[in-house]
Nanobody, 124 residues
Framework: QVQLVESGGGSVQAGGSLTLSCAAS????????VAWFRQAPGKEREAVAR????????DYADSAKGRFTISQDDAKNTISLQMNSLKPEDTATYYC?????????????????WGQGTQVTVSY
């Protein structure tokens, strides 16, 4: 069982920055794929970014490219999402997800473990 706890959400004005953190209960080799997803009210859950411990690094949704950075700190067993140039349309609940698979994707269905989410609100 992999437990994930997100933190770092909050309210920020457009153009501002936030860093989300996901604390995992197991080491990276036990959860090679970790991703951030988000869900806005009335909308489907969508991928933001993912990081692979053993293979090809990172990948981003188009909406996140150039503004968000995902990284993994093996020593602290955390996965961070640095978000810059935030826009009101980034407002959502952000979820950390992990998979024991070794092929990492941006598909929510491929992730078995999910955190409770952290709210991000971006105002004009």
């Amino acid at each position: 069982q992999v437990q994930l706890v997100e933190s770092g959400g909050g309210s920020v004005q457009a153009g501002g920055s936030l860093t989300l953190s996901c604390a995992a209960s197991v080491r990276p080799y036990s959860r090679p794929c970790v991703a951030w997803f988000r869900q806005a009210p009335g909308k489907e859950r969508e991928a933001v970014a993912r990081v692979s411990t053993f293979s090809d690094g990172v990948d981003y949704a188009d909406s996140a490219k150039g503004r968000f950075t995902i990284s993994q700190d093996d020593a602290k067993n955390t996965i961070s999402l640095q978000m810059n140039s935030l826009k009101p349309e980034d407002t959502a609940t952000y979820y950390c997800a992990a998979s024991r698979d070794f092929v990492c994707t941006l598909r929510a269905a491929d992730y078995e473990y999910w955190g409770q989410g952290t709210q991000v609100t971006v105002s004009y």
